[in-house]
């Protein structure tokens, strides 16, 4: 019933910038937090930065002071502005939403499809 649909991931070189973004759809009644979420092969998805309904925010430490999440609360969409980017930053790019569907009983964790991000040379 919902779905999180991601765009801007690509192929940027060292010191480069993008901007992730996803918007949420569906049967929504609420939405307690959105974020995004990455992986590498071998490792394990990791949280990158997230926003609650409330506006804080909090970032991994490997991102801050290069990454910037915002919300736009009347478009269901999170956005992440990724400056500087590394090699390192190179990750399959997952968002993340928790919410409550209509009818629910509460909010559950949704994920959308991924969207890969590559910094290279």
């Known amino acids: 019933q919902v779905q999180l649909v991601e765009s801007g991931g690509g192929l940027v070189q060292p010191g480069g910038s993008l901007r992730l973004s996803c918007q949420a759809s569906?049967?929504?009644?609420?939405?307690?937090?959105m974020g995004w979420y990455r992986q590498v092969p071998g490792k394990q998805r990791e949280l990158v930065a997230a926003?609650?309904?409330?506006?804080?925010?909090n970032y991994a430490d490997s991102v801050k002071g290069r990454f910037t999440i915002s919300r736009d609360n009347a478009k269901n969409t999170v956005t992440l502005q990724m400056n500087s980017l590394q090699p390192e930053d190179t990750a399959v790019y997952y968002c993340?939403?928790?919410?409550?569907?209509?009818?629910?009983?509460?909010?559950?964790?949704?994920w959308g499809q991924g969207t890969q991000v590559t910094v290279s040379s």
């Open positions: 993340n939403a928790v919410i409550h569907v209509v009818y629910d009983l509460g909010p559950r964790v949704y």
């Open positions: 926003i609650i309904s409330g506006g804080v925010t």
């Open positions: 569906g049967s929504i009644f609420s939405i307690n937090a």
